[in-house]
Nanobody
Framework: QVQLVESGGGLVQPGGSLRLSCAAS????????ISWYRQAPGKQRQLVAR???????NYADSVKGRFTISRDVAKNTVYLQMNSLKPEDTAVYYC???????????WGQGTQVTVSS
């Protein structure tokens, strides 16, 4: 069982920055990909960024150039650096770990990000 704990959310003005953290319960990065998803009120959960076990990254078009996903293997933590935030980035942000051998996935509890003046 993998446990994920997100932190770092909050209220920020448009154009501001936040860094989210996702702390995993163990050394899982060699076999799990870690993703950040977000869900705004009344909308479906959508993928924001993903980092594979090999370190490859990909981003949703809406956040490319503004968000950066990274990981600290020693701390079992994945980060999402969010810059140039917009009101439309407001959502609950979730961390998700998944692996294919055997297929399994785990969600964190989410952290609220609100971008407003």
């Amino acid at each position: 069982q993998v446990q994920l704990v997100e932190s770092g959310g909050g209220l920020v003005q448009p154009g501001g920055s936040l860094r989210l953290s996702c702390a995993a319960s163990g050394s899982i990065f060699n076999s799990y990909a870690i993703s950040w998803y977000r869900q705004a009120p009344g909308k479906q959960r959508q993928l924001v960024a993903r980092i594979t076990s090999g370190g490859s990254t990909n981003y949703a078009d809406s956040v490319k150039g503004r968000f950066t996903i990274s990981r600290d293997v020693a701390k079992n933590t994945v980060y999402l650096q969010m810059n140039s935030l917009k009101p439309e980035d407001t959502a609950v942000y979730y961390c998700y770990a998944d692996t294919s051998t055997p297929p399994s996935g785990y969600w964190g509890q989410g952290t609220q990000v609100t971008v407003s003046s």
